[in-house]
């Protein structure tokens, strides 16, 4: 079956301009994360859906940064205002239960000049 | 404040030896820990877990050790091969909803 797919996979884009990054899970799984790797570091994760509990948003980094999943299908992670420390590549993951093992997208990988 | 941490960022191993990558933590509330295995351009993929309630996990050429007096994790790949070099990250949770990633550690096998 089709694994989790997000688009754009490239973003250049300006800064002050807002973005939209889209995530399509695998169908079925309750979970859907979003992570951020900066050039040469580890992922940070930015929030957490389940089901249709109250997202875990505990690691979005300010204010700018917003995410949004409408039941257990598509995601979408906006970043208002963009900065040159939002570049990055934006990794989305799902999962079929909470412990359950992550399975990720390719990455959108954003560029703000 | 990096909770996870893969102290060594690069490994080179010769083909047919074991590798061992490892990961420190620093959170004993942690209670599931997982290894992710990833190529350039690509989404990590699933290796092996472990819950806290085991101190090994073995799944053919991977094994997974958990020493949590120590706050020590480490895969082991027996025998390496060379389709095996990739990025290896190791993560840890506290109640499956926010996950904490290494830094990862680049495996290269030599052929």
């Known amino acids: 079956g089709a694994g989790v797919s997000q688009s754009p996979s490239n973003k250049v884009t300006e800064k002050g301009k807002d973005v939209e990054l889209r995530c399509d899970p695998i169908?079925?799984?309750?979970?859907l994360y979003w992570y951020r790797q900066r050039l040469g570091q580890g992922l940070e994760f930015l929030i957490y859906f389940q089901g249709n509990s109250a997202p875990d948003k505990s690691g979005l980094p300010s204010d700018r940064f917003s995410a949004e999943r409408t039941g257990e299908s598509v995601s979408t992670l906006t970043i208002q205002r963009t900065q040159q420390e939002d570049s990055a590549v934006y990794l989305c993951a799902s999962s079929p239960a909470r412990y359950g093992e992550q399975y990720f997208g390719p990455g959108t990988r954003l560029t703000v000049t | 404040d990096q909770q996870v941490k893969q102290n060594s960022p690069s490994l080179s191993v010769q083909e047919g030896r074991i590798s061992i990558l490892n990961c420190d933590y620093t959170n004993s509330m942690f209670d599931y820990f997982l290894w992710y295995k990833k190529y350039p351009a690509e989404g990590p993929t699933f290796l092996i877990s472990i819950s806290s309630i085991k101190d090994k996990n073995e799944d053919g050429r991977f094994t997974v050790f958990l020493n949590k007096s120590a706050k020590h994790l480490s895969l082991h790949i027996v025998p390496s091969q060379p389709g095996d070099s990739a990025v290896y990250f190791c993560a840890a949770s506290i109640t499956g909803n926010q996950f904490y990633f290494g830094t990862g550690t680049s495996l290269t096998v030599i052929p």
């Open positions: 169908s079925g799984h309750t979970a």
